[in-house]
């Protein structure tokens, strides 16, 4: 208990920094997604219907043997269907169907779907996420069709919300150091915190700060970055950062995470900002360094904080995702519940024997950046934030195609959880 109300005290509810372990090669890796699948079957044992679970060795077993002997199944009813659990380990469009193959650790097992609204679940689906299949168990098909496909999901829920009027504000994406980082606009929103500027009333009740990630712009994040860069180290960066952030009041307590621009370990789960690169920051005593991802306790409100590294990979293999849109793609991430589902692309994950990016947790407030654009949305009780950028279009950005929503602040009342946009950019 004392654990417990220390925790709730300090408003950490789980930091990914506390829990890191990692092993290395195909033993680590190997653990990861060990831990991922009884993770993730753990949330699934939720439903009703996980009690009816095969493993794929034992259905393959049985059909080879040329009939379905299940000691669920009632003699009467010889058409009940099979239910199997498993990660997605590839997703096929053929002629007429959609293909999608499972590994549950036992086997893998490749089921056909036929049915228009099953196709477009399974376009929505992620590589190496975990889903509960429901499958016609009739032994005289060759093929494992699909009957229903489940997500983990999160449920529709109430969320949590504080029982008096408090604010916290959420922003990400500074890069200080760039040369498209806003700093008139910044100061002017540190103004604003110290009541310098309007909304007054709004801020003598502002009582945290969430930074989600890319305080600074880095060093060699990306070719000829130094082009682009007005303070060409890392720790001049960090000391311009220092000076800004000492500037919040200090009865503002600062939650904050690092991104793929920050000094430290980029693969997930990333450990909090290392003491050597930011002891300034570390001494200041309103400022809590954490882990990427993590859970924080504001007033009661649940909040996940994670910085989004992997939304560039769900964008791209999601069908009618885009940049302009954030918030559809961390929606993506709740109904997978794992915040960096798919393996082997862009974003670097790390082989540690405990998967930590699995959302075991559901947030009342899930906050993200990363990619630059304020986007806010409601999914099933959970307020979903991407709270933009502190940086104007960059010459990459403007490559991509993508246009940010720089110089916002999104203000989140946690007794409503009521969002606002407070725009210093113009």
Known sequence: DDFENNYYVNNIIYDSNNSINSSEGVEGYTSLFRSRFDKSLKILSNRPDSKRIKRIAFIKQSLNQSRINLKSQSKENPEESLFIAG????????????????????GLLEAF??????KKQISSLTLDQMVMIELENNSKRKN???????SLDVPDRIPNRSHSEVYSVLISDLHIGSKFFMEDEFQMFLNWLNGKEENKDIVSKIKYICICGDL????????????ELLEKDSFSQMEHATNLLAKIPKHIQVFMIPGNHD????????????RKYADKIYSLS?????????????EGVKTLMF???????????IPGLSYSKPAEAMKILLKSRHLSPIYGQRTPIAPELEDMMVIEDVPDIFH???VHVIDVDSYKGTLVVNSGAWQTQTPFQRAMGITPTPGIAIVVNLATLRPYQINFAN
């Open 87 to 106: 990660l997605v380990m590839e997703k096929k469009i053929k002629k007429n169907s959609y293909n999608l193959t499972i590994d549950d650790q036992s």
């Open 113 to 118: 779907a036929y049915d228009d609204d099953l």
């Open 144 to 150: 494992h069709i699909i009957r229903k496909i489940f």
């Open 216 to 227: 600074i712009d880095g060093i060699g994040i990306f070719p000829h970055q130094d082009r």
């Open 263 to 274: 000094l430290g370990r980029r693969a997930l789960p990333q450990p909090a900002i290392p």
């Open 286 to 298: 309103n400022i809590t360094m954490l882990g990427n991802p993590c859970m924080i306790n504001m």
């Open 307 to 317: 910085h989004g590294q992997s939304l560039d990979d769900t964008i791209a293999t």
């Open 368 to 370: 993200s950046g990363h």
